[in-house]
């Protein structure tokens, strides 16, 4: 399947499957007090839940890659989204607490193909500024459901009660599967398929980590997850009890932060044609680095934070903006020398984006609140990391420039 073949139709339903992880994780969160009060966990219970669902995206990405390598990339996402799909019908269903929790990890486990595999089947049908380009396109689509989703599960809640949003859940893996079997070719040749073994998928994980140009790009593409994790989990805090915003007002801002984290993704995607994704990527690291400084500095002082909620909004997103220019071309480059195993490369940066994104709120919750310094100091650990990361992908070996 050429590039060229790749419609726009094919980007937005590969964009709506991928967004299938933000959607399930962030969807319920409104729903919390009632899955507590109706499964009878106990005060706290729900974030249990949470973790169940972590867990299985964690274990499931890392037997995704190997799988749509070995049998092609359609099966496994038709399976993983029917599994997600039965899941999610259960936890719609059960009455009983641990019962839900085991749904929340089989889902997960299901709904991880969607995580991995169309990242793969990106790097199958183009490589280089093509690539770049349509990466931007899928995370257009797939960056703004972590914003939307609390929004849409507060919808729901007004319609029905906690288990209509896991109804929604099905109905979406439902809606995904026949998506796939009416529009999408399987990208993987036969002859290109690598067989599958416990013994060559250790070694194959290991072969792509010690890979300079995947571990650079990879670190850096799992910063600057790091970094929308550390806005997103500080942001009730930030938006409630500092800023006084509002439940308006909080929504407007989410929704100006996801329009320019989706400038920056399409700006991305033009400019690729006319310069290097590197050049690209540390043009918009060196702004976010400057961006970061000045917003912890101004959160120190007291300045950003309840007295200046305008400029508080605007460094944030000043800084989402130029994450999407960095995370569609550190994607891509991860990819360059993996095109033979890219579902196994895929599935190895989306665990190390959740394994080290996800820490991002146990740093942001350690901080002292009350002001805009946890959220400060949290996005700019991570933009750190993107930095260091960047100097371990100048020192790796150069890859070139691909405009096939």
Known sequence: MPSGSFTPWLIVLL?????????????????????????????????FTLGAWFFGLAIGQ?????LSDRFGRRAPLVIGLAIFAVASAGCAMVQNYHLFCLCRFLGAVGGSASAVIPRAIVRDVATGKKGARIMSQLTLVFGVMPVLAP??????????NWRWIFWVGALYGVAGIVGILLSLPDTLAPERRIAFSPVRIASRYILILKEPVFLSNALLATFSTFVMFAYLGSAPVL??????????QFGLFFGVNAAAFILGTQINGRLV??????????AALLWALGVGVL????????????????????LITSITGALGFIGPNA?????????HHAGSASAMLGTMQFSIG?????????????????TAIGMMTGILGMAAADLMRRRAPAIGTEDD
Do not use: N, W
């Open 62 to 66: 890392f037997s995704q890659g190997p």
């Open 273 to 282: 044609h006319k310069f290097a994704m590197p050049f690209l990527l540390e």
């Open 151 to 160: 929004s849409l599960g507060s919808i729901v809640l007004k319609f029905g």
């Open 15 to 47: 964009g709506l499957v991928t967004a299938i992880g933000p959607l399930a994780t962030d969807m319920y969160l409104p729903a919390f007090p009632e899955v507590e009060r109706d499964l009878g966990g106990g005060p706290g219970s729900a974030q």
């Open 331 to 339: 994607t891509v480059m991860s990819f360059y020398h993996h095109g």
């Open 295 to 314: 917003f912890v500095v101004l959160a120190l002082a007291g300045i950003a934070g309840e007295h200046h909620p305008i400029l508080t909004c605007a």
């Open 239 to 248: 938006f409630e009890q500092v800023l006084h915003f509002s439940a308006g």
């Open 358 to 374: 996800s820490l991002s709120s146990v740093l942001v919750g350690m901080l002292p609140g009350g002001s805009a310094i946890p």
